[in-house]
């Protein structure tokens, strides 16, 4: 099939918050399904991945009601949730990948790994508002936002606000994810060195999702084209024929004028 500008090519996208989700996303979840986890779809397409003691869950949900394409959480109660974290369809599935990865080998390690301590959070000052606490990049493109106070259970629970926001990526293609209060603070600095990895990744794209990359994103093509292949072809063709011929011509000519000899020294001569 000839390249188009319509069919996919792979390249290098760093840093990686840019870069997007993936079509594939499989190695997000197989860290769970390798721990032992059960895997069901729904009639719509949706995935839910489970614990073995039914503690902890994951629900890739592409036809979801809204834009949160993952929510993983988990609770010493099969119904009852302890913590939430929240991707939506923009966030890098390998940002996803990590955090899975993280919270696999914390449940093969045993309730206090993934149910255990979380991190305090920030307080009002009596009678003051205290701004969301900001870690942000060094390029300023990620930021993880800490809501100070008491948050109700239940509205972190539903997704009404959140402990921990992140964000990144250009004003009109930002993604976002989300942490509740009791998150174990291992978990929770898992998904933010996750976030904030500026590490190269692979995406198969097409100009038109090419052009969509924020400015701020290096994408380098990890082959040239088909088309570009057969340009240096045919500029190398031509570049090697001219000299090529010149050296046939000449190694076809012959001369019939005597080959010329410099004057002679006469010996004894002077000026």
Same mark, same amino acid.
């Given at each position: 099939?000839? =390249?188009?500008?319509?069919?996919?090519?792979? =390249?290098?996208?760093?840093?990686? =918050?840019?870069?997007?989700?993936?079509?594939?996303?499989?190695?997000?979840?197989?860290?769970?399904?390798?721990?032992?986890?059960?895997?069901?779809?729904?009639?719509?397409?949706?995935? =839910?991945?489970?614990?073995?003691?039914?503690?902890?869950?994951?629900?890739?949900?592409?036809?979801?009601?809204?834009?949160?394409?993952?929510?993983?959480?988990?609770?010493?109660?099969?119904?009852?949730?302890?913590?939430?974290?929240?991707?939506?369809?923009?966030?890098?599935?390998?940002?996803?990948?990590?955090?899975?990865?993280?919270?696999?080998?914390?449940?093969?390690?045993?309730?206090?790994?993934?149910?255990?301590?979380?991190?305090?959070?920030?307080?009002?000052?009596?009678?003051?508002?205290?701004?969301?606490?900001?870690?942000?990049?060094?390029?300023?493109?990620?930021?993880?936002?800490?809501?100070?106070?008491?948050?109700?259970?239940?509205?972190?629970?539903?997704?009404?606000?959140?402990?921990?926001?992140?964000?990144?990526?250009?004003?009109?293609?930002?993604?976002?994810?989300?942490?509740?209060?009791?998150?174990?603070?291992?978990?929770?600095?898992?998904?933010?060195?996750?976030?904030?990895?500026?590490?190269?990744?692979?995406?198969?794209?097409?100009?038109?999702?090419?052009?969509?990359?924020?400015?701020?994103?290096?994408?380098?093509?990890?082959?040239?084209?088909?088309?570009?292949?057969?340009?240096?072809?045919?500029?190398?063709?031509?570049?090697?024929?001219?000299?090529?011929?010149?050296?046939?011509?000449?190694?076809?000519?012959?001369?019939?004028?005597?080959?010329?000899?410099?004057?002679?020294?006469?010996?004894?001569?002077?000026?």
């Amino acid at each position: 099939m000839p =390249y188009t500008s319509e069919k996919p090519r792979e =390249y290098r996208v760093q840093p990686r =918050y840019l870069a997007d989700t993936q079509a594939d996303v499989t190695e997000a979840i197989t860290p769970l399904v390798k721990a032992g986890w059960a895997a069901t779809n729904d009639d719509l397409g949706n995935t =839910y991945v489970t614990a073995p003691d039914l503690t902890a869950r994951l629900a890739f949900l592409p036809e979801g009601p809204d834009s949160t394409l993952w929510k993983i959480s988990a609770g010493p109660e099969p119904t009852v949730p302890q913590w939430l974290v929240t991707f939506d369809d923009r966030v890098p599935t390998e940002i996803v990948q990590d955090f899975t990865t993280a919270l696999a080998d914390a449940y093969t390690r045993g309730p206090d790994a993934y149910l255990g301590a979380s991190r305090p959070a920030p307080h009002r000052a009596a009678g003051q508002w205290v701004e969301p606490i900001v870690l942000q990049s060094p390029d300023q493109l990620v930021t993880r936002s800490t809501r100070p106070g008491f948050l109700r259970h239940a509205e972190e629970m539903d997704e009404t606000t959140e402990r921990w926001l992140f964000e990144a990526g250009s004003p009109e293609r930002r993604w976002y994810a989300s942490a509740s209060s009791h998150l174990p603070a291992p978990l929770l600095d898992t998904l933010t060195a996750a976030a904030f990895d500026p590490s190269t990744v692979h995406r198969y794209l097409r100009r038109d999702q090419l052009a969509r990359l924020p400015a701020s994103a290096v994408a380098t093509p990890t082959a040239p084209s088909p088309l570009e292949v057969a340009r240096v072809r045919a500029a190398t063709s031509r570049s090697l024929s001219v000299p090529l011929a010149a050296t046939s011509v000449l190694a076809h000519t012959t001369s019939t004028r005597p080959p010329a000899h410099p004057n002679p020294v006469l010996a004894g001569r002077t000026r």
